[in-house]
């Protein structure tokens, strides 16, 4: 995928967990040892099942109660476990190098349902911490992806209207998300980077 000058996109959004990098083995045990961490034992076939489970998912499917899996020791045990691993993100090679070329015309963000700090930490891994990023994560918003939230804050942000936007999603969620906020997306389940 490239980018041509004179393209009428005047930013670029990527999406970060499954776009720029391969993060699903990582994400998966995250939150299987988080799990395990409050007592709770699945499987990662279980875990992989959902694209993304928080605390509320999980408690719903497996019907318990917020006590048993209170939301932030269960982000905390997650969280935790991702730091301590981060040896296996997978970088997209492909994705990096169409990042490299959109910060080449205009500028670019990565939009997550993710924390912030997770994903800058991310793009050190991958090597695209030398970019311009502005980073937009879970605690930036109220209402995370599907909501349109997230990306509309990137557009206030950048002071470029959604319009303008070409954003880079793989979910149903954030393809929703990227739509509805009124930005034009590539969803690369459907376009592969290559």
Known sequence: MTYEPGSGYAAYAFDFDGTLADTAALNHAAVQASLAAHGITVTLAWVAAEPTLTAGQVRRRLALLPADLPE?????????????????????????????????????????????????????????????????????????KPAPDAYLHAARLLAVPPARWLAHEDTDDGVTAASSAGMHVIDIRHHPWH
């Open 72 to 144: 932030e020791t269960f982000v905390e045990a997650a969280r935790a476990h991702w730091f301590a691993h981060t040896d296996q993100i997978r970088p997209i090679a492909t994705a990096a190098a169409a990042a490299r070329a959109a910060a080449g015309q205009a500028p670019v963000a990565v939009v997550s349902a993710n924390y912030s700090d997770v994903v800058r930490h991310g793009l050190t891994v991958v090597g695209l911490d030398d970019l311009p990023w502005t980073v937009i994560g879970r605690q930036d918003v109220c209402h995370p």
